[in-house]
């Protein structure tokens, strides 16, 4: 639902949303609501409740489903109960022949967006998972709070896992064309890292669960996508060289992913890449 009301409020290419939910009195009440804003939307944007059917002619369908993290739980923890949800939801929509693309937020969603491309067979530029977007703003908006610096102008990228094995190639990181090695020691970057690594754990002590970042992570995808963009974002996008999905600066327009963006790394963040490759891939064999 942050999803479909940060698409309402950003002026963006999106003419129609459908939302389909297992719950369909919640699901209309959710479209009412929406629709009762529309007069204050940049855009006018149609909505409503739907099913499987509407996803025939979709540039995207975006799949959310899945049991909630709950304290104490990583997003690992949830592998078998979204599994079977993820599948299961697939297989109505490709009923629909659709042939769009698949944008994968379920978690694990590294692990969920391999079983999304393998289940539905589509080509692996066409199936995204939302990877570490929202790692990546959660660190660019505590670089900028803590220099005083528009989080726009931070270049710097976690990568790996959307999970505990993720980790920021510091030697990447720049602000504007400076590395942040000149504004900030190894002990700040190492105390930044790790709070970007339990942002999630934090909010959901708090909140029971996170929405509005991933959000807003979603929309940028999907402008991303919609206006044939070529941006940089680092979505789970298939590594040929493990045969799995992982967080990388992926190239990003209408036909899906259509590169990575080469990233030369450290010997650390080399062996942390692998550590975090082997986590993906030791989930992955459990299925």
Not at 254 to 277: A, D
Request: hydrophobic share 40%; with cysteine.
């Amino acid at each position: 639902m942050s999803y479909a009301f940060a698409l309402l409020n950003q002026r963006t290419k999106v003419t129609d949303i459908v939302l389909i939910d297992i719950d369909t009195e919640r699901v209309v009440g959710e479209v009412m609501d929406l629709n009762h804003g529309l007069s204050f939307a940049p855009n006018k944007v149609n909505i409503k409740a739907g099913t499987y059917e509407d996803c025939m002619d979709a540039a995207i369908v975006c799949i959310c489903a899945g049991a909630p993290q709950k304290q104490g739980e990583t997003r690992l923890d949830l592998i078998h109960k979204n599994e079977k949800i993820v599948k299961d939801i697939i297989d109505n929509v490709l009923k629909t022949n659709f042939h769009g693309i698949f944008l994968i937020v379920t978690n694990p969603v590294d692990v969920l967006t391999y079983v999304a491309q393998n289940h539905s067979k589509f080509p692996v530029g066409k199936v995204i998972g939302t990877g570490t977007t929202l790692d990546t703003a959660r660190l660019r908006f505590l670089i900028g709070d803590t220099l005083t610096i528009n989080p726009k102008n931070i270049h710097a990228y976690v990568i790996g896992e959307h999970g505990d094995s993720e980790f920021v190639p510091w030697s990447n990181a720049f602000i504007g064309s400076t590395s942040i090695k000149e504004y900030l020691d190894e002990e700040k970057l190492e105390s930044l890292e790790l709070e970007v690594k339990n942002a999630a754990y934090e909010v959901i002590k708090r909140k029971k669960a996170t929405y509005y970042g991933i959000g807003m992570s979603l929309v940028r995808i999907t402008n991303a996508i919609l206006n044939n963009e070529n941006t940089i974002l680092t979505i789970s996008s298939y590594n040929k060289e493990h045969n799995l999905y992982i967080g990388m600066p992926s190239i990003v327009n209408q036909k899906g992913v259509v590169g990575i963006s080469k990233m030369n790394l450290t010997q650390s963040e080399l062996e942390k890449f692998n550590n975090t490759v082997s986590v993906i891939k030791r989930e992955i064999e459990k299925l």
